[in-house]
Nanobody
Framework: QVQLVESGGGLVQPGGSLRLSCSAS????????MAWYRQAPGTQRELVAT???????DYSNSVSGRFTISRDNAKNTAYLQMNTLKPEDTAVYSC????????????WGQGTQVTVAS
């Protein structure tokens, strides 16, 4: 059974930092591209950051320079380091795993809430 479990969300003040983790089980983690998405109430889901199986990185314009995505294949875990958080970063953050060869093997976590407020 495939599971992606996010952790690390919470309430943080503007300008603060959080690190999200996505722990995967039931998949050959190194064969998957990993991504973080977010969705705020009343908005469409937004792709925040991606890291390929080879380590190539990509970020949305809204988080570039503030967020860093990484992965540890030995721990089957992907991370999202979020710095200089803004109220508009408030959303449910979900991780996504997509097999490098076929998008038919795509999995989602349940999501973790990030709230940026004073």
């Amino acid at each position: 059974q495939v599971q992606l479990v996010e952790s690390g969300g919470g309430l943080v003040q503007p300008g603060g930092s959080l690190r999200l983790s996505c722990s995967a089980s039931g998949i050959s983690f190194s064969a998957y591209h990993m991504a973080w998405y977010r969705q705020a109430p009343g908005t469409q889901r937004e792709l925040v950051a991606t890291i390929t199986r080879g380590g190539a990185l990509d970020y949305s314009n809204s988080v570039s320079g503030r967020f860093t995505i990484s992965r540890d294949n030995a721990k089957n875990t992907a991370y999202l380091q979020m710095n200089t958080l803004k109220p508009e970063d408030t959303a449910v953050y979900s991780c996504n795993a997509r097999h490098f060869f076929t998008s038919a093997l795509t999995y989602w976590g349940q999501g973790t809430q990030v709230t940026v407020a004073s």
